[in-house]
Nanobody, 120 residues
């Protein structure tokens, strides 16, 4: 009943910027955590950035100072502003939500992914 959908992926050149957006829909009490993971070809899925509902953030070391996560709690949405992109950022980016449909029960939800490709 909960669905996440990403938008904003595409092609950028090194040094450029992209902005990703994700919105959760369905029966949602609270999204305790929302954020972004990514998976490059041949690599494990890795955390990019997370933002808790109260505003605390976590970033991968590789994106600190370049990416900025933000949330719109009223719309259960999360954004990722990606600046100074590098070819190493090329990956499928997945929206993630730790979402409670009741006060005490929480499940992990994932969007289908959006491709980000950064050319040299």
């Amino acid at each position: 009943q909960v669905h996440l959908m990403e938008s904003g992926g595409g092609l950028a050149q090194a040094g450029g910027s992209l902005s990703l957006h994700c919105e959760a829909s369905g029966s949602i009490y609270r999204a305790r955590q929302m954020g972004w993971y990514r998976q490059a070809p041949g690599k494990q899925r890795e955390l990019v950035a997370l933002m808790a509902i109260e505003g605390t953030t976590t970033y991968a070391d590789s994106v600190k100072g370049r990416f900025l996560i933000s949330r719109d709690n009223a719309n259960h949405a999360v954004n990722l502003q990606m600046n100074n992109l590098m070819p190493e950022d090329t990956a499928v980016y997945y929206c993630y939500g730790a979402i409670e449909q009741t006060l005490v029960y929480e499940n992990d939800y994932w969007g289908p992914g959006t491709q980000v490709t950064v050319s040299p």
